[in-house]
């Protein structure tokens, strides 16, 4: 699904992913926009953030309530604070405009090999001999539910957000860099700014409940990257 108010990028936009063998559609509107994912339940939205009637922050926001379709946000402003923003809501990826429509779908075709539902295939990053259910204190990670509980309490998190956790912990003693997490969560073809890393693990600090500064569950390693902490 692709929500656009520039008609001859939206067009441009869905004639590749219909060349790519999805089915597009289109909408330049924020509250149609909500009202046809409620409807359709797109598996990827490539979302603006300048919309008439609803912005693509408040788009992205409703969205999530409903559905776990994977979110590309689209800006034409390079601030970071609206990046930041973009992504606090639930967004997977961003791209500053003016952007390659091929590395656009490159991004979506990477996105579409991660798992969609709980009964999917695991994430790159896992195989068939990992520990299925981990536990760092409070925390345990239950990788084929896909369900993540601190204190018995379920935590709801975005599969970006589901995926970074699980990469983290599948070796908790090894220090996995920006890099490395960028190739198992969002693929080894992805291009961009390996900020986005950062960002997502701040959004599991936050739901999680940890401090960069305890590191209780997510540690960071100067100039290195991040690996698990043992939870208290």
């Not at 606090?88 to 579409?112: H, N």
């Not at 936050?206 to 902490?229: C, F, I, N, P, S």
């Amino acid at each position: 699904m692709v929500v656009e108010d520039e008609t001859a990028l939206a067009d441009l936009i869905g004639s590749y992913l219909e060349r790519d063998g999805f089915e597009a559609t289109i909408t330049g509107d924020g509250v149609d926009a909500v009202t046809l994912a409620r409807r359709i339940d797109p598996d990827v939205l490539v979302l603006d953030l300048g919309l008439p009637r609803l912005d693509g922050v408040e788009v992205c926001r409703q969205v999530r309530t409903f559905s776990d379709a994977y979110v590309v946000m689209l800006t034409a402003r390079t601030e970071e604070i609206d990046t930041l923003i973009g992504l606090s809501v639930g967004a997977d990826d961003y791209m500053t405009k003016p952007f390659s429509p091929r590395e656009l779908m490159a991004r979506i075709q990477a996105m579409m090999r991660r798992p969609r539902t709980s009964g999917a295939v695991a994430p790159p990053i896992e195989t068939a001999g990992d520990n299925r259910i981990r536990t760092f204190g409070d925390l345990t990670i239950d990788i084929d539910g896909r369900e993540v509980t601190v204190g018995g309490t379920q935590i709801s998190l975005t599969r970006t957000e589901f995926d970074v956790l699980a990469a983290l912990s599948r070796d908790p003693g090894v220090v996995v860099s920006r890099t490395q997490l960028i190739g198992a969560v969002w693929g080894p073809d992805w291009v961009g700014d390996e900020h986005l890393v950062d960002v997502h693990i701040g959004h599991l600090r936050r739901k999680l409940g940890d401090e960069a500064t305890r590191g209780r569950y997510v540690r960071t390693v100067r100039g290195v990257g991040y690996r698990m902490g043992a939870g208290h």
